[in-house]
């Protein structure tokens, strides 16, 4: 597994495509379940279900927003699934929205610590590290 | 060689680029600019411009004030000389949100002309700002903001030769000149 990591508009989708032989369709995006015509082949936002048919899922924070809304627990989720292997060849990507001023909403603050913790899991499991910054990418760990 | 730096607020990177500008200007003997893009609207404003003037003191810069259209201040200047664009975000700003009313091309008229002053010139160092990283849903016109601000970074990242991230003072590079 690859993480991909970094500020929102940073170029990280592209320098997923550009580097890794990912191409635009192959790439799951979390941030359009609710619209994606592939939703529901995807199997409706179930990553563990959407794992066959994609290289890379995209937007991993929109995730995380969505199972807090849903009363789910991001973090517990995502340790099945990397318990499970089926992203064991994934890349991953996900915006840093953990830097701001710690938020006056509540959901917005477990967003931005769930995202953190989550980070932390992946960056822990994941073969290679990519943070990208205006387009450039920087192993931080191989 | 043209420069792009960027970071958090007052991460030091104005500092950084000042430094910058001004070695490059007294290695190369050329005259040393700062492009002011600042349009004030308040007092809050007018006291930042007198914090950065005061800041640019002694520094030997000469100022050119263009909030809208930075290509119009080479009228008025050698090419050749040393520009410090400080900053990219101030004048997206400006251009998009110009007279109360939202531009929806503000974002492609700021890229073009960021891009045509880079191929313009031979050393400009370009400041924006890190606002990519934080908690929140922002309305669609913030949001169109942060996207072009994003795009011209990333654009910019590749136009110029050395890309620096700042941070509490210290200069990370992400992009060096290749020899």
Not at chain 2, 16 to 39: F, H, K, N, S
Not at chain 2, 75 to 104: E, H, Q, W, Y
Not at chain 2, 154 to 168: G, K, N
Request: net charge negative; with cysteine.
């Amino acid at each position: 597994m690859i993480l991909i990591f970094g500020g929102a508009f940073q170029g990280k989708t592209e320098y997923v495509i550009t580097n890794y032989t990912v191409s635009d369709g192959q790439i799951y995006d979390c941030a359009c379940l609710k619209t994606c015509e592939n939703d529901a082949a995807a199997g409706g936002g179930d990553l563990l279900r959407a794992a066959d048919a994609f290289l890379a899922v995209n937007h991993l924070e929109a995730w995380i927003l969505r199972m807090i809304r849903e009363g789910q627990d991001p973090y517990a989720r995502l340790q099945e699934i990397l318990r499970s292997g089926a992203w064991r060849d994934k890349a991953v990507i996900c915006t840093d929205i953990t830097h701001g001023v710690v938020p006056i909403d509540a959901e917005m603050r477990r967003w931005r610590d769930q995202t953190g913790r989550c980070l932390q899991l992946l960056a822990e499991r994941a073969d290679e590290v990519v943070r990208v910054f205006c387009g450039l990418g920087e192993h931080i760990r191989s | 060689m043209h420069y792009f730096i960027s970071g958090g607020a007052k991460s030091g990177k104005s500092m950084r680029a000042q430094q910058i500008a001004r070695d490059a200007a007294e290695r190369l003997g050329v005259p040393l600019y700062y492009l002011a893009v600042m349009d004030p609207k308040d007092e809050e404003d007018l006291q930042r411009v007198r914090d950065h003037r005061k800041a640019r003191e002694g520094w030997g810069f000469r100022t050119l004030e263009e909030p809208y259209d930075v290509l119009r201040a080479l009228d008025a200047a050698d090419a050749s000389g040393v520009f410090l664009l400080d900053s990219v975000t101030a004048l997206l700003a400006n251009v998009m949100f110009r007279g109360g009313k939202i531009n929806p091309s503000a974002g492609e008229e700021v890229l073009m002309q960021m891009l045509s002053f880079a191929d313009r010139t031979e050393n400009t160092v370009f400041v924006s700002d890190d606002i990519f990283s934080d908690a929140a849903e922002y309305d669609e016109f913030t949001e169109d903001y942060r996207r072009a601000l994003g795009r011209i970074g990333i654009a910019l990242a590749r136009r110029c030769d050395q890309v620096e991230e700042v941070s509490a003072g210290i200069t990370k590079v992400w992009k060096r000149p290749e020899r």
